[in-house]
Structures are given as C-alpha cells and as structure tokens.
C-alpha cells in the first residue's frame, strides 16, 4: 500500500508543476477535480472488490464484539451517572466510535473527545509501544517536507513551482526506496531495531538542512536544505512502516481501534500545530524557526523510539 501510495505522489506532483508551469490555473484546477473524482470512484470499487475476495474483513470475532459491547454499558452506565449527578457532558460515551483509520481533518475533535472520555488516554499509553506512537507524532511536528509551508518558502527564495512540483516527485521516489529498504531490513534485523536506523537516518539527514542556515551562499543554502529534506525520505517511511507493523503486532485486537484513533488525534495535533506556527511566524525570513522546530523534533522522536521501544523491547 505505501509503495502504491508513493507511486501516485511521484508521478502527481510533476504532473500537477507541469500543469501550473502552461499558466492556465482554471485548466489545472479542473484536471485536479476531475482526477479526484475519478479516484473516488477506484478507491470504493477496489474496497467492495476486497470485501466480495474476503467476507472475513467485515465482520470482527466474537471476543472483539463481547469486549466493544462491554465498554459500550460501561461507558453507558458511567455517563449516566455523571448525568444523574449533574456533571456529564454531551459527548458521545462509545470507546470504539474512533477507528484506525480516523480522518485527520477533524482529529482537534477527536482529541477532545479522547481528553473528555475516561480510559482512552490510559489504554493507550499502557501500550507497549506507546512511546514509538508519540514518536511518530512528533514527526508531525516537522515541516521539512515538500508541504505547503515549506513550498511558500522556496517560492520566496525563486524556485519555480514547476521545479518544486518535480522536486516532490523526486523525494516521494526516494521514500519508495525506503519501503523496499524496510523490507530488506525487517527481514534480517528486528522491527525495533528497523525503526532505530531509520530515525537515526532521518535525523542525520536533516542535520544536513539545519546546518544550510549557516551557509551563507544562496545556491547552496538551497542545495542543503533540499537535499537533506530528499534523502530522509527513507528514514520517514521506514519508521512509519515499522511503528505501523509493531502496533498490528503488539495491540490487543479489542483496542486496536482505540490505540488507532488516540493515535491518528495526536498526529492531527502535532499538524495542526505545525500550522500554528505557520500563524505565528508568517514571514518566510522566519523559516528558520520551523527548521529549528522540526529538527528538534526528530531529535525528541529519536531519542523516545531508543529508550522507550528499542531498550525496553531488548531487556525482555
């Protein structure tokens, strides 16, 4: 899935930079929209072909079901309580409403409703790989990507959006390297110890665009900040998959959407305070606020996957 994923975003960006480039933006606009629609249609065609292949998926085992239908009355019971009492609140009281694959656009929600449910928060920092989902959090955080904050800074210093556009492609191929490097690295070293490398390279390789703050030369200023931003493109990805593989494995099957959706709510945070600073710090001569932001970022991630997961997980 992530190289299908990496795959369209090598291929959008240059073609999206390409459109832009003929100067006809009403053209461009309507050849996103139509495309968008397009994929609507093939993503819900090849979901109900997976379901029709395997019935299995849509239809959880009976411990699962006993264990939502039992924190659905407890929960039921404890806001009925707090009703009676006088100090419940609105908010919907069914553990299980956030899944995995909660949308990031309205994940501010979904965290108040994680800070105001009791239980969600604790079920997921019992979690033995607690400490690597914060991590993956963080990253969130960085803006060392080709996002749209960064794209408005390399505006600002003239890079084409023609160029930028390609750019993207290029680090989304060298992301894909990294799924096929997560592969060759699972099979021979553990996950913990996969996701260990792969931040560590993330982080070298972005000590690469935060010393381009001290080069004075334009030409090579640039040179840094892009090339460090391409290359760790490879750790991302390969931390992501791990962290990803690693919840599959190590989250009970009956929580699994609880942790997924404490998970995806902290990841929106991070994001949406990444765009906060985008707010608070709106003159591109002020970018090196984010970099320093994001690098440090990385660095905390780091050192969280290394003493909460990889050592925890050797000592056992």
Not at 85 to 101: L, R, T
Not at 121 to 133: D, R
Not at 267 to 274: D, F, K, R
Request: hydrophobic share 45%; proline share 2%.
């Amino acid at each position: 899935m992530k190289q299908i994923d990496l795959s369209c975003k090598i291929i959008a960006p240059a073609l999206a930079g390409g459109l832009v480039a003929t100067g006809d933006l009403r053209f461009t606009a309507a050849a996103v929209g139509v495309l968008n629609f397009l994929s609507i249609i093939v993503e819900y065609s090849c979901t109900e072909m997976i379901y029709k292949v395997t019935p299995r998926f849509a239809s959880k085992n009976a411990s699962v079901r006993q264990a939502q239908n039992g924190n659905y009355k407890s929960n039921n019971l404890t806001n009925s309580q707090h009703n009676q009492n006088g100090n419940g609140d609105h908010s919907n009281g069914e553990e299980g409403v956030i899944s995995s694959g909660a949308n990031n656009d309205d994940g501010w929600c979904c965290l108040m409703k994680i800070l105001k449910q009791d239980g969600m928060l604790k079920t997921y920092f019992q979690q033995p790989i607690a400490a690597g989902g914060v991590a993956l959090s963080l990253l969130y955080l960085n803006i060392l990507t080709f996002g749209s904050i960064m794209t408005a800074y390399l505006v600002f210093r003239g890079v084409r959006m023609d160029v930028i556009g390609t750019l993207r492609g290029i680090s989304c191929a060298i992301g894909l390297l990294g799924t096929v490097a997560f592969h060759f690295s699972a099979a021979r070293i553990s996950l913990e110890a996969t996701g260990l490398w792969a931040i560590i390279l993330q982080f070298i390789c972005l000590s690469v665009s935060y010393y381009s703050l001290f080069v004075t030369d334009n030409y090579w200023s640039l040179f840094m900040l892009i090339s460090g931003v391409c290359a760790s493109r490879i750790g991302l990805w390969v931390f992501d998959i791990s962290i990803s593989q690693l919840m599959q494995e190590m989250v009970a099957e009956e929580v699994r959407g609880v942790v997924g959706g404490v998970q995806n709510s902290l990841n929106a945070m991070l994001g949406l305070l990444a765009y906060a600073l985008g707010m608070l710090f709106p003159d591109p001569k002020e970018f090196h606020i984010y970099v320093v932001t994001g690098f440090s970022a990385v660095g905390v991630a780091m050192l969280l996957w290394f003493f909460g997961v990889y050592l925890k997980m050797r000592q056992k």
